[in-house]
């Protein structure tokens, strides 16, 4: 039971072991004083999900949950479960944030304003000077994807995405109906087939802690040209991935910025404070630099 104006939140998902969620957040309850915790609800069996999702959404509904993020593999299907959503979320057709808003729980997206705001420090701290044409590659179709393209379609770049299953990135591109969108087959010779790219975003789980190999696939994307990296991958730190890039001479980063991004977003939708977005990178680096996930 929660604490007499005690705020429980907490994050949905399967797997959660390694999430960095409730170390962020705590720390930024503690910083500001108030008096909150953030909890793991692992909702393993895919297959049974309808019931572990029912369970934590009536959760909320009586009070003992306040707000809840969502990852993989449930930020679409959460939608169902939901009163409402805001715009953004019914343009993505994806949700990582749920709240209470006169009664309601309404269904709010962060990760593609938490993307687009670390993409801009990306570039600008490494000094990336942007040609007039912008296209970017990215790789995955999933919930994350989908807020990537968002993202990038909103501030004008081409992209293509490339995904194992192609289904999926058909779907994908069905949704936003955009000139500027494309899929191709996830094969070396097709995506060597795009032409210049500016931009890759790896927009996929692999290469997360514990399983940080990279596919083949990887290293000939990294080799078969030049452009700036992003991977949303964020344990390890520096993912095989952005290794990869930066042993080439390209920039990449990995997704600790978009992680703390989109958690100061929701933090601010549930407490209605400006969130202590520098204490909260703090927690995260002072954790990676005492655990096996940094490496």
């Avoid at 962020?24 to 019931?51: M, V």
């Avoid at 703090?282 to 940094?294: F, H, Q």
Wanted: net charge positive.
């Amino acid at each position: 039971m929660n604490e007499p104006n005690e705020l429980t939140v907490g994050l949905i998902g399967y797997p959660l072991k390694y999430s960095l969620s409730p170390l962020i957040h705590n720390s930024a309850f503690s910083f500001l004083q108030i008096n909150g915790k953030y909890e793991l609800f692992p909702i393993r069996n895919f297959l049974d999900s309808q019931k572990g999702l029912r369970r934590v959404i009536n959760a909320m509904r009586s009070g003992t949950i306040n707000g809840l993020n969502v990852t993989k593999p449930y930020k679409k299907e959460i939608l169902k479960f939901i009163d409402g959503c805001s715009p953004t979320v019914k343009m993505i057709g994806a949700a990582n944030v749920l709240h209470f808003r006169d009664g309601r729980i309404i269904a709010e997206n962060t990760d593609a304003a938490g993307f687009l705001t670390d993409l801009h420090s990306f570039f600008s701290s490494n000094g990336y000077a942007l040609p007039m044409e912008r296209r970017a590659l990215v790789l995955g179709a999933g919930g994350a994807a989908q807020a990537v393209v968002f993202s990038l379609l909103k501030i004008g770049w081409q992209v293509i995405v490339v995904a194992r299953n192609s289904n999926q990135a058909i779907e994908l591109c069905n949704r936003f109906r955009s000139t500027q969108l494309s899929t191709r087959s996830l094969t070396i010779n097709a995506i060597r087939s795009i032409g210049s790219i500016n931009l890759i975003v790896n927009a996929t789980p692999v290469g997360m802690y514990p399983r940080s190999v990279v596919p083949r696939l990887f290293y000939e994307i990294v080799s078969s040209g030049q452009a700036a990296f992003y991977d949303l991958v964020y344990a390890p730190y520096e993912s095989y991935l952005v290794q990869l890039a930066k042993q080439n001479g390209q920039i990449a980063t990995g997704g600790i910025g978009m992680l703390v991004e989109q958690a100061a977003l929701s933090f601010e939708i549930w407490t209605g404070r400006t969130a202590p977005r520098e204490a909260m990178r703090k927690a995260i680096n002072s954790y990676i630099e005492k655990s096996s996930i940094g490496e």
